[in-house]
C-alpha cells in the first residue's frame, strides 16, 4: 500500500506560525490540512485515510519538538518536515514582549541572561541546529528549512515556495497578508509589567477543579487585556521606569553569540532544500 505523502509544519513560535495556520494553509488546496488545534488527533486522522496528501501544522520548539516529532514519525518516518527559523536576537526580544503581555513582571536579563546563563530561558534553548537533527533522527527526509526575514521581505513569494513543496494549488490573491493587529506598545507592555509586580497576572491553575481552573484563567486574562486597553489612557508618570526592554547592546550580544549556529543553519538550508517543488 502506498503511503500518503505527509507535510509536518514545526511551529516555532514568533516565527509567523499564526498567520500560516489561519490565513494560508486554510487556503492550500489539492491537499487536507490538519492545524494546530487537532495536531493531538493528527495520526488518527490520517489513518482514516481519504486523502493522498496531507499538511499538519504544530506549535513547539526544544524538549517538545523532541518528544512530539518522536511520537509522530513512529507511524510516518515518511513525513516531510518544515521548520522556519528567525535570528536569535530578535527571537528572544519577541518572546519577552510575549512573556510580559502574559503577565511575568521580568527584566530581560530574568529573561534571557546571555552571558551568565541565570535567565528563565537558558542559552541551549535558542541553539536552532539542534531542532534539525531531531527532525533528521526521526524522518526519512530532510526538513525544508526556511527563514523569518524572508516571510517578511516578500510573503506571498514565501507561502507559494510552500505550497509548491507540498504539491498545493494556492491563489495569493485570497490570502489576507494586512497585519492582523498592531504589536502591543511599550506602554501597554509596561502598564503590564507595572500591575504585574502588585498582582498575579500569570495564567496558573491553582485548583483541583477543571471547572474553577478555567474561570480563573478568564479571571486573569480579563484583567490583563483591560489593563492592555486602558494602558493608552494612563499617564506615563503612573508606569514604571524600569529597563525591562533589552537594550542594543544585549540583542547585538545574542546575535554574536549564536552567530555561528545561524550561519549553519544558513548553510544547511542552501544545502539540502530542494530546488524544484516535491
Known sequence: MEHPAIYIHVGLGRTGSTFLQYRVFPKFRGIRYIQRTRFRRAKKIIGRGGHDRYLVSGEMDGKKLDMHMADFSRPYRHARPIIIFRR???????QFRRYIKNGHPWHFRDFFDVEQDRGFWKREQLFYFQNIVYLEKYFTYKPL??????????PRAF?????????????????DFAPKHASYSEKQLRAVYTLGKKTNLVKRKPFTSKTLNVIAQLWT?????????????????????????????????????????WETCVAYAEKNNPDKPE
Open 88 to 94: 536569535h536576537d530578535e527571537w528572544a526580544a519577541s
Open 145 to 154: 528549512v526556511l527563514f523569518y526575514d524572508d516571510l517578511k521581505k516578500d
Open 159 to 175: 507561502v507559494k515556495r510552500i505550497a509548491d513543496y507540498c504539491g498545493a494549488e494556492l491563489d495569493t490573491g485570497r490570502i
Open 221 to 261: 486574562n480579563l484583567k490583563r487585556y483591560s489593563i492592555i486597553y486602558l494602558a493608552r489612557f494612563m499617564p506615563v508618570g503612573w508606569l514604571s521606569a524600569d529597563p525591562i526592554f533589552p537594550a542594543p547592546e544585549q540583542l547585538s550580544a545574542i546575535r554574536e553569540y549564536y552567530n555561528e549556529d
